[in-house]
């Protein structure tokens, strides 16, 4: 994977496997996604991953705060699990974390893959997508 | 029907055209994000035990449904 550098900054880019979200503390639009997407049980297909939410997890439209408050928490504890980037010659690029222990109830927990997006060095890492026990395609 | 860059919104469902990243043609997703030349599209498989997030250009995608129908929901953050 290319590693460039900011003269700037001197801050590596991308970043890589195993480091924490850069700016996790700031990260954009998480509630707007699960309210619109993740969670909503009306959504054409994807309302089955609101029900997976549901019936996995415990987690409905009304716990969203609960969800996006340990989501917000999980990057700043968990590192990354992937980087990839889209075009080798491309600044942005789709970073992967599993928050594990997310649950309403203590018999109905696992872990939730998120995926973020970093336009710029710099910039504040932008929420895509949770997936519960999201697993990628080997 | 191929479609363009300004047909596609957030949420709306597409299909692969072709393979994307060992997600064959046919594979259908959600775009969750909306980027200058690609979309994110979120697909998994039928019984939702594999999911990813993968990109692709527009004409790489067929719109299957618009979402919501009415329109996009209004959703503060």
């Not at chain 1, 801050?11 to 969670?39: A, F, T």
């Not at chain 1, 519960?132 to 080997?138: A, D, E, F, Q, V």
Request: glycine letters at 10%; hydrophobic letters at 35%; charged letters at 30%.
């Amino acid at each position: 994977m290319r590693i460039s550098y900011l003269a700037s900054e001197a801050v590596p880019w991308p970043p890589r496997k195993g480091e924490l979200l850069p700016r996790h503390d700031e990260p954009v639009g998480i509630e707007k996604k699960l309210r619109g997407y993740c969670l909503a049980l009306d959504h054409k297909d994807g309302g089955s991953k609101a029900n997976g939410f549901l019936t996995m997890l415990g987690i409905d439209l009304t716990a969203i705060g609960y969800l996006d408050r340990h989501i917000r928490i999980g990057i700043t504890d968990n590192p990354i699990s992937e980087v990839r980037q889209k075009k080798a010659e491309a600044f942005d690029c789709a970073v992967y974390i599993r928050i594990p222990g997310i649950g309403r109830y203590s018999h109905r927990s696992a872990w939730v893959l998120t995926v973020w997006q970093l336009d710029t060095p710099g910039s504040q890492p932008r929420f895509i997508t949770a997936i519960p026990r999201g697993r990628k395609k080997r | 029907m191929t479609i363009t860059r300004a047909d596609i919104a957030e949420y709306d469902v597409v299909a692969l055209l072709k393979e994307v990243e060992g997600w064959p043609a046919g594979t259908r997703g959600h775009v969750v994000m909306v980027c200058p030349t690609e979309m994110c599209v979120e697909v998994a498989d039928e019984r939702g035990e594999e999911a990813d997030v993968v990109y692709a250009p527009p004409e790489d995608l067929r719109l299957i449904e618009k979402w919501p129908p009415g329109g996009p929901k209004k959703a503060g953050d």
